[in-house]
């Protein structure tokens, strides 16, 4: 029905004449990041990077380090027997029935030993351990050891004449990834600037010198590989007098081919350009080395090229030649320019403007570190994105399915980076071998595909890393079908779905129809299982049955099958049997306490279970309300997980389960949660985003300061908190967290607009008293939305639709809208709070108050 409009209110907005992308892509620009002194510590360390090639850069008194590092350099060597390591589900059903298997030891007790257990069968062993030790071992069963990883690509040297008082400024330009630094030496400055080239992997430097002449050593370098003393020496090979070449060979092993990688620079030629007397560059043992002296206006610059046996050209090593290129300013200059413009393309996908400037620095700066780490046809970045600081992690420098890997493309869809959504398929797309290979080898199911907890790229499926406690959360699989299919849900891109999601949903879907048809029994409990890490393998599988986490996504993944072959119009007979299959998921049981307090049952038994946590069993010391604050604030399945990033509730629904956790979440420190939370507040895939769609506004502060806390005081962002100049948790492998760095493009995305159920609901979380404005970002149906408010509510609304058909706002506005389409009134019906119009594809659709 068409409402009409107030003629006093049209005569405002023509006043206003309100325009869209007016400089909005420029607003990065006001968010560089900056730092005035000495960075020692590479998790400080500026980052320039294209998404596949990388530079972690730090300024110590003496010199510039620049640490390289690119998406593919894996070594993938795995001295591992996939099938000998593993504990059939069937198996670990037997044992626990025929012997009282358990191993109730949670995530904190990671390096307990059950290598006995009551009743244990002879011949069968239970332990950790590494690779090593359990190589080629029949007959035992590994439950957890240790990854391998990313490795270093190389690193850059600029030794100066600094000393500990030397004064050092360098500002990082988000909006076009330009570092531009200036040593102070006392009687001269060295100014220094670096960028990556946005699509090619051509690291670009330049150095110029005013005051008193200076020396300066340069090195580019691949130190021998400290993590593994078989690896052979990097193999160093001059081209000319002032370039040459090294190369990083991993030898072949455990079934899989040799792997090398080559890094190629060019030298300045000579400090003047009107002067004959050349420079030369000297071959070392592991390194290119240059000694100049600069002179006041002296201008260089150095081109470093960089591939790798994983691109598919025939030699890499002349590849990264051809990177490099010519060594000339006119170059650099020329590269800069390119990279500037598809920066600009990057930030024009979408922006934000609003009236708290610090959330808006968090949401552009971490944008920028995505950008640095993901690109469209580059390897997936692991959990340590593509710059490691060392040969090893002493974390998981791998893919871990948890929470870790999905947080990477998590916020993909809703700004606009559909490329990171490519990445994201085919990354699994590369490990559906794998995959497949579980899905028969642990539960003897033909046709389906199982995620398992941890993985690695380039390695056979038969030497695939297998977790036989945490990686048996049965979710896992489902989750990834979710994500997929939220793909569609945006942009209704059917040719995406059938080319890079379908074939994954299906398998999904059969995996679980089939895993119920064999395990799920007259109780219709859905067992044995992990809720993601935790709670262990108790006595009798309490605790390992009905996880919210399986029941969530069981259900999800039926449902996106069935959508998704309707959508294709494939699969009708498998669509019944998933149909019927997802009847026998069970619901999620709720209530409340008798001092009312809400609870879910995050799993079945939730208030029974004996779990170990730091070493003690909970019946030594869990009473009802530590199991209460257990369910509210564990990381693992718990608190708001189901709303986020589950999508069981969409947030805003009054009433039953959802009014339950809207309590449970209210009762929750954000910042200073207790018992069994994350050690890190934004860690949690779910730490944020439930409190956020269940429009849980007094915690909006909370969250502010503990996404503001998540940063150092150069504005970059810290992936453990950082209040007040100091950690309050430090680990020592903080840089593998980047992924962390979603939480503040998601928040602060869904804070101005949300989607989930297919409802577009508008600042729904911004705070009514300021202003906020937002464009370009997607919302699902297939539209774009840009709208901005003030205090008084909503000023300007576009929405453009890539689909068609019925759009769907949430409409909590006290005026109504006249829309228009290319100038002809638009008829919309209100109803309920419910704003519906019809749309076409390609047209764009003008809200007028």
Aim: glycine share 6%; aromatic share 12%; net charge negative.
């Amino acid at each position: 029905m068409y409402r009409s409009k107030s003629r006093h209110l049209y005569i405002y907005q023509k006043e206003r004449k309100l325009k869209w992308g007016n400089n909005m892509k420029y607003i990065a620009e006001k968010y560089p990041i900056i730092t005035d002194r000495i960075v020692t510590n590479p998790h400080e360390g500026l980052i320039i990077g294209n998404g596949d090639f990388a530079a972690n850069v730090t300024f110590l008194s003496h010199e510039i380090i620049l640490y390289l590092g690119k998406n593919d350099i894996w070594d993938s060597r795995i001295d591992n027997n996939a099938k000998n390591q593993t504990l059939t589900q069937d198996d670990l059903i037997r044992y626990e029935r025929d012997y009282g298997f358990e191993w109730p030891e949670n995530c904190d007790n990671i390096l307990t030993r059950f290598a006995n257990w009551e009743g244990k069968p002879e011949g069968v062993d239970v332990v950790f351990g590494s690779l090593a030790e359990e190589k080629e071992r029949c007959g035992k069963l590994v439950l957890w050891f240790g990854g391998f990883g990313l490795r270093r690509a190389g690193r850059i040297r600029i030794r100066h004449c600094g000393f500990s008082n030397t004064k050092i400024y360098a500002k990082l330009n988000i909006k076009n990834g330009l570092l531009e630094s200036t040593v102070d030496l006392g009687r001269s400055k060295l100014h220094f600037s670096a960028f990556i080239h946005k699509e090619l992997n051509t690291l670009a430097m330049k150095m110029s010198l005013e005051g008193d002449t200076t020396a300066i050593q340069i090195f580019v370098e691949k130190e021998p590989d400290y993590a593994d003393p078989t690896m052979p020496l990097p193999k160093v090979e001059l081209l000319t007098d002032h370039s040459g070449t090294i190369t990083q060979l991993i030898p072949g092993k455990f079934d899989t081919p040799d792997f090398s990688w080559s890094i190629a620079s060019s030298f300045p030629e000579t400090v003047d350009k009107n002067s004959n007397d050349k420079i030369p560059v000297l071959d070392m043992a592991y390194a290119l080395a240059q000694s100049l002296r600069l002179n006041d206006g002296n201008e260089i610059t150095l081109f470093t090229g960089i591939s790798t046996d994983r691109e598919n050209y025939p030699d890499t090593r002349e590849r990264a030649i051809r990177i490099m290129g010519e060594n000339t300013i006119e170059r650099y200059n020329r590269l800069l320019a390119e990279s500037e413009k598809l920066w600009e393309k990057y930030w024009e996908s979408s922006s934000i403007e609003i009236e708290d400037k610090e959330l808006e620095s968090v949401w552009y700066r971490n944008l920028y570190g995505f950008a640095c780490h993901m690109k469209r046809g580059a390897q997936a970045p692991s959990l340590c994105a593509n710059v490691p600081i060392d040969d090893n992690c002493d974390f998981h420098s791998r893919y871990t399915w948890n929470h870790n890997v999905q947080k990477w493309f998590a916020a993909a869809l809703p700004v606009n980076r559909l490329e990171w959504y490519d990445v994201f398929a085919d990354l699994i797309r590369q490990h559906m071998p794998t995959f497949e290979y579980f899905s028969e080898m642990i539960f003897g199911i033909k046709g389906g595909v199982y995620c398992d907890l941890s993985s690695i790229p380039y390695a056979p499926p038969h030497r695939a890393i297998v977790n036989n406690k945490w990686g048996r959360a049965l979710c896992h699989t489902g989750w990834l079908s979710l994500m997929l299919w939220q793909h569609w849900e945006f942009t209704h891109d059917t040719e995406w779905l059938r080319k890079n999601a379908y074939d994954y949903i299906k398998k999904a879907a059969v995996f679980y129809s089939e895993y119920l048809k064999k395990y799920q029994k007259e109780d219709g409990d859905i067992y044995p299982s992990m809720r993601l890490e935790e709670p262990g393998w108790c006595k009798g599988f309490v605790g390992n049955r009905n996880n919210v986490t399986d029941i969530v996504m069981f259900r999800k993944a039926f449902e996106c099958a069935i959508s998704a072959s309707e959508v294709l119009g494939v699969d009708e007979e498998e669509r019944e049997d998933w149909a019927q299959a997802l009847k026998k998921v069970p619901e999620i049981e709720y209530g409340w306490t008798e001092d009312n307090q809400g609870w879910y049952a995050f799993c079945k038994d939730w208030d029974k279970f004996d779990s170990v946590i730091r070493g003690k069993r909970l019946s030594e010391f869990a009473d009802m309300e530590w199991r209460l604050e257990y369910a509210r604030t564990n990381r693992w399945g718990c608190g708001g997980w189901l709303v986020y990033p589950g999508e069981y509730l969409d947030g805003d629904e009054d009433g039953g389960l959802a009014e339950v956790v809207r309590d449970m979440l209210r009762r929750t420190n954000i910042l200073r949660p207790k018992g069994t939370a994350t050690p890190a507040p934004l860690h949690a895939i779910s730490a944020m985003m439930p409190f956020v769609r269940l429009g849980l506004k007094e915690k909006f502060d909370e969250i502010r300061t503990a996404l503001l806390n998540h940063r150092f005081d150069n504005g970059l962002y810290c992936s453990v908190s950082y209040a007040e100049g100091q950690l309050l948790v430090w680990v020592s492998n903080n840089w593998r967290m980047v992924e962390n760095q979603f939480q503040g493009i998601m928040c602060i995305t869904e804070m101005l607009l949300q989607s989930q159920g297919n409802i577009i609901r508008l600042f729904p979380y911004w705070p009514e008293n300021k202003a906020a404005k937002f464009e370009r970002l997607r919302a699902r149906g297939g539209f774009f939305v840009s709208a901005e408010k003030d205090k008084d509510g909503l000023i300007a609304l576009k929405i453009e639709s890539t689909a068609g058909g019925k759009c769907r706002i949430r409409w909590t506005e006290k005026k109504e809208p006249v829309i228009t389409e290319n100038g002809a009134v638009v008829p919309f019906e209100i109803k309920d709070n419910m704003l519906v119009f019809n749309t076409e594809a390609g047209r764009i659709y003008d809200f007028k108050f």
